[in-house]
């Protein structure tokens, strides 16, 4: 088997006394959608700032490919190509859809690129190239969700995080979004999601890992997931089980 | 056409009374200063409340090196008065950095303000500075010209100059780095921005050049003392002009402070006794109606396109 694209190690993250996730370890293979999943507070969103730089894990490694990666600044993650979309979109409001998604060309992976070409397969793939012109402050959610992905692709990320990309989007706008993940993951990118939309994390998914209370309780494809006792348990409490 | 227009421009005291000159000297060094600092201020949205400091620091370290190292050689002492002068403003904008970039909106603007006091206390008290008693800076004639007019030609090359700077940087890839911090700096970040490398080297840039411009302004008075130059209004009004031209453009400097200057020499020059209170009451009738600066007005029309929080 390949190495991985990314590898958690026993990662434990202290904040003083609380404990954002203990002893985590799992890894994306390449060219894989990955999901995270788990309750609120089960500590998905420190493993995106453990693996994206904004945080340093108390304990344990994270690897990219063969580069040990923890404590990295995230500038510096971003040029190795780890790009990662936020929860709450953040377009730089006063730019154009254009401008931003350009900003993700000019800076992200290094190497060398025709800047033009890379903003407008990068707007092309989001289905934005209609509204390039308009100022991103005036787009709505669904909208603002596509740019953000526009932007993290036009930074040719090699991994890709997504933070709930369809969070508070409504079927058809979800819909969208899988397929460009897909089409993402199609060249070879790979992906790592955090999503509360079951349906769409189990369609879209290869692999699934849970999170609950920081602690990794399960891993593995969709369908053994669904199935699994200690999930359900961990999201609808353990009186469903039994 | 723009040669032809910078001939002109050039020719100007030459044509009109000195007073004018004096006018268009203040507006050339206003738009330039008023450049340097939006390199960080409306490029990155850093805010210095404090560049008074480079003001007065290249003053007077040139200065001192003129009059002590250069004496007998006015001409070429302002020359390198001028490098002096930048590159002290960037060693001290290097030392300092580092600690006050990690603050980020208010508490930099506040930090820089510190800067600046501390540095015109010790302008002031330490007596090698010669601060309080003043600095009597060589004269400085080229080319047969009256001082006023060698000035006025001195600082429109130095617009010129800071200009083409300001302009190569906001049209380049930094210039698009610098806008993405400014919109955002955690999102700059993770789109492999280098936002600290890009701020510390704007900081210094812009603090180079307005130490340099600094050393102009203290040969355009000929003597300079810590109030004279350390002066928080010029800290203030280097925003003031990109307020009211237009945050972050090119332009927006040069209408804020040509508006700015002639409101206040030219047509309320003879109302001495009131005529900051009128500029006040017209500043915040312009922020008011133009909120993203006149050149906004043009773009939005009155009223509109109120600034984001």
């Not at chain 1, 989001?126 to 953000?148: F, H, I, K, N, Q």
């Not at chain 2, 006018?23 to 330039?32: H, P, T």
């Not at chain 2, 190569?168 to 400014?182: D, E, Q, S, V, W």
């Amino acid at each position: 088997m390949s190495t991985p694209i990314l590898r958690l190690e026993h990662v434990t993250k202290r904040f003083r006394g609380l404990v954002a996730t203990n002893d985590v370890s799992f890894a994306v293979p390449e060219g894989s959608i990955c999901s995270l999943i788990g309750p609120n507070g089960a500590g998905k969103s420190t493993i995106f700032n453990l693996v994206t730089g904004y945080l340093a894990p108390s304990e344990g490694h994270i690897f990219f490919g063969k580069t040990r990666i923890d404590g990295t600044p995230t500038t510096q993650l971003a040029r190795a190509g780890i790009a990662r979309c936020f929860q709450i979109a953040k377009p730089f409001a006063d730019l154009s859809v254009r401008e931003n998604v350009r900003i993700g060309a000019l800076f992200g992976r290094d190497g060398a690129r025709d800047i033009a070409a890379v903003t407008d397969d990068a707007l092309a793939l989001t289905g934005l190239s209609d509204l390039a012109g308009r100022p991103a402050g005036d787009m709505t959610v669904g909208y603002l969700r596509r740019l953000e992905l526009a932007r993290a692709i036009a930074a040719r990320p090699v991994l890709l995080l997504a933070d709930e990309p369809c969070a508070g989007l409504n079927a058809t706008e979800t819909e969208d979004i899988v397929t460009i993940l897909r089409l993402v993951r199609d060249r070879g990118v790979s992906v790592l999601l955090v999503e509360h939309d079951m349906q769409a994390v189990m369609r879209v998914s290869d692999q699934i890992f849970v999170l609950d209370a920081g602690a990794l309780i399960a891993a593995g494809p969709p369908e053994a997931i669904a199935g699994d006792p200690r999930v359900i348990a961990a999201y609808l409490g353990t009186e469903a089980v039994e | 056409m723009s040669i032809v227009l910078l001939i002109v421009a050039a020719a100007v005291p030459f044509m009109v009374m000195p007073f004018y000159v004096r006018v268009g000297q203040l507006i050339l060094l206003s738009a330039a200063l008023g450049l340097a600092w939006t390199l960080l201020g409306g490029f990155a949205g850093y805010w210095s409340f404090g560049h008074a400091a480079f003001i007065g620091l290249g003053a007077f370290s040139a200065g001192l090196f003129e009059t002590e190292l250069m004496k007998g050689q006015p001409l070429l002492g302002f020359g390198l008065g001028l490098i002096v002068g930048g590159v002290v403003c960037a060693l001290a904008a290097a030392v300092v950095a580092w600690p006050i970039l990690r603050l980020r909106g208010i508490y930099f603007a506040v930090a820089m303000l510190g800067v600046s006091q501390v540095l015109a206390e010790l302008t002031n008290n330490v007596d090698v500075f010669k601060g309080s008693m003043g600095l009597v800076l060589p004269r400085i004639a080229a080319f047969g010209l009256r001082p006023e007019a060698l000035f006025y030609d001195v600082l429109l090359i130095a617009t010129v100059v800071v200009g083409c700077i300001a302009f190569a940087i906001k049209n380049g890839r930094i210039g698009a780095g610098l806008m993405a911090i400014r919109e955002d700096e955690d999102t700059a970040r993770m789109l492999g921005v280098p936002t600290e490398r890009y701020k510390i080297m704007m900081f210094i840039l812009s603090a180079a050049l307005t130490g340099a411009l600094g050393v102009i302004y203290a040969h355009s008075l000929g003597y300079i003392t810590t109030s004279s130059v350390y002066r928080t209004e010029f800290s203030l009004n280097m925003i003031v002009y990109n307020l009211l031209g237009g945050m972050g453009t090119l332009v927006g400097p040069f209408l804020g402070s040509a508006v700015m200057v002639i409101l206040t020499q030219v047509v309320l020059g003879r109302l001495l006794s009131i005529h900051m209170f009128i500029t006040g009451a017209l500043l915040v009738l312009l922020v008011l109606a133009a909120p993203k600066g006149i050149i906004g007005l043009f773009k939005g029309g009155l009223f509109g396109g109120r600034a984001k929080g």
